[in-house]
């Protein structure tokens, strides 16, 4: 096992979202991004079979996706999606984002 405390671990920046690779396998891979306010994670996807998860761990924005759709996401919120379908993420505040996906890219 091992442990790791994502605030001590990854901080914010001014000039873009900040990204910390929490844990890389075969079966998974997990990544937190810091985000400022204003700052976002555009819109993309990926051509590869899997799903992934984003947990607002701190904070509030816009979950985005395909033409220009986008819903609220606060602290606790959970969203899961396939992989290839279009996501991002847009930050009205300072975010703490936790990103899992499987099988890692």
């Known amino acids: 096992m091992k442990q790791i405390n994502l605030y001590e ?12 690779l929490v844990h890389d396998s075969p079966y998974f891979r997990i990544i937190n991004f810091n985000f400022r306010a204003g700052q976002e994670m555009p819109v993309h996807s990926h051509d590869l079979e899997g799903q992934l998860s984003l947990v607002v761990l701190e904070g509030e924005g816009d979950f ?42």
């Open 9 to 20: 671990a990854n901080d914010f920046s001014e000039r873009a979202m900040k990204k910390f």
């Open 64 to 105: 985005l996706g395909k033409d220009g759709a986008s819903f609220p996401g606060r602290r606790g919120d959970v969203v899961i999606s396939e992989i290839a379908e279009p996501h991002g993420f847009r930050a009205r505040t300072e975010v703490r984002l936790l990103v899992t996906i499987a099988p890692p890219l």
